[in-house]
């Protein structure tokens, strides 16, 4: 059932994302664009989370995924600021 959730999760961003390129191409909202790569590195980092538990439990993939997490984070943080001039 987690598996379940982790492909969900992944879904969910991954559609997210696509929804927000989408409306960054009518608009052109710099905005919608730097939203759309947060959730991009979040699509990254829950994909990364499956294969991490799920298919490689070997592997710690850890560093990875909050790697991953801290640029999608990061980009939006960065789109926020640099709009609000």
Do not use: H, Q
């Not at 409306?23 to 919608?32: G, Q, T």
């Not at 993939?61 to 997490?69: E, I, N, P, V, Y």
């Amino acid at each position: 059932m987690p598996e379940l959730v982790y492909v969900l999760c992944a879904l969910t961003s991954v559609l997210c994302a696509g929804l927000l390129l989408r409306s960054y191409r009518r608009n052109r909202s710099k905005l919608l664009l730097w939203s759309t790569l947060c959730f991009v590195g979040l699509a990254i980092n829950n994909i990364l989370l499956f294969v991490d538990i799920v298919l490689v439990p070997d592997v710690d993939l850890r560093f990875l995924r909050t790697g991953a997490a801290l640029v999608a984070v990061t980009t939006l943080t960065i789109g926020l600021i640099w709009e609000n001039r």
